[in-house]
């Protein structure tokens, strides 16, 4: 599968119709040269429900769904939490195949909640998040990314995310 973009409606970056461009864009062009492979914009679930029409001109759904920034969720509730944006976003997409392209738990930064950071939580979380699904979700990351920027907004977790870290 191709992605054309990651996040960047839920970032206010651009645009569904603007999403909607790339998609076309990119699977006329992959086209030109033999790919007839699925093409999607990945984004979170809350900006594929508001912008359904971004699923319209994917193959299939493509979202990035992390239930550490829910402060109610705690790490052992991660799997349920992820399970039941998929069927929020299944609903606002029906038909579409639907992969989470990035779900995981961090392993330091800062608590906010029942969303503990720790190497403990992230073992918890991913074990349930292992425990929920068995295909069409992608554990994000196998090493910390240091070249990333921490702050507020992402409770200051942004770098660690690396299971194998």
Request: with cysteine; proline share 4%; aromatic share 8%.
């Given at each position: 599968?191709v992605?054309?973009?990651?996040?960047?409606?839920?970032?206010?970056?651009?645009?569904?119709?603007?999403?909607?461009?790339?998609?076309?864009?990119?699977?006329d062009?992959?086209?030109?040269?033999?790919?007839?492979?699925?093409?999607?914009?990945?984004?979170t679930?809350?900006?594929i429900?508001?912008?359904?029409?971004?699923?319209?001109?994917?193959?299939?759904?493509?979202?990035?769904?992390?239930?550490?920034?829910?402060?109610?969720?705690?790490?052992?509730?991660?799997?349920?939490?992820?399970?039941?944006?998929?069927e929020?976003?299944?609903?606002?997409?029906?038909?579409?195949?639907?992969?989470?392209t990035?779900?995981?738990?961090?392993?330091?930064?800062?608590?906010?909640?029942q969303a503990?950071?720790?190497?403990?939580?992230?073992?918890?979380?991913?074990?349930?998040?292992?425990?929920?699904?068995?295909?069409?979700?992608?554990?994000f990351?196998?090493?910390?990314?240091?070249?990333?920027?921490?702050?507020?907004?992402?409770?200051?977790?942004?770098?660690?995310?690396?299971?194998?870290?």
């Amino acid at each position: 599968m191709v992605s054309v973009e990651n996040e960047r409606i839920n970032a206010r970056v651009i645009t569904a119709s603007d999403a909607q461009d790339s998609i076309a864009q990119a699977r006329d062009a992959l086209g030109s040269v033999g790919y007839r492979g699925p093409v999607g914009a990945v984004e979170t679930a809350p900006a594929i429900i508001d912008n359904p029409a971004v699923c319209a001109k994917s193959d299939l759904t493509l979202v990035n769904i992390h239930a550490f920034f829910d402060p109610h969720t705690k790490a052992e509730d991660a799997g349920k939490f992820v399970k039941s944006e998929v069927e929020r976003v299944k609903k606002a997409c029906p038909g579409k195949r639907v992969v989470v392209t990035e779900s995981g738990w961090p392993h330091q930064g800062d608590n906010h909640d029942q969303a503990v950071a720790s190497p403990s939580a992230q073992k918890a979380a991913i074990a349930s998040i292992r425990a929920s699904f068995t295909q069409d979700l992608f554990l994000f990351n196998a090493f910390d990314s240091e070249w990333k920027t921490d702050d507020a907004s992402t409770f200051n977790s942004e770098k660690y995310w690396g299971v194998l870290s």
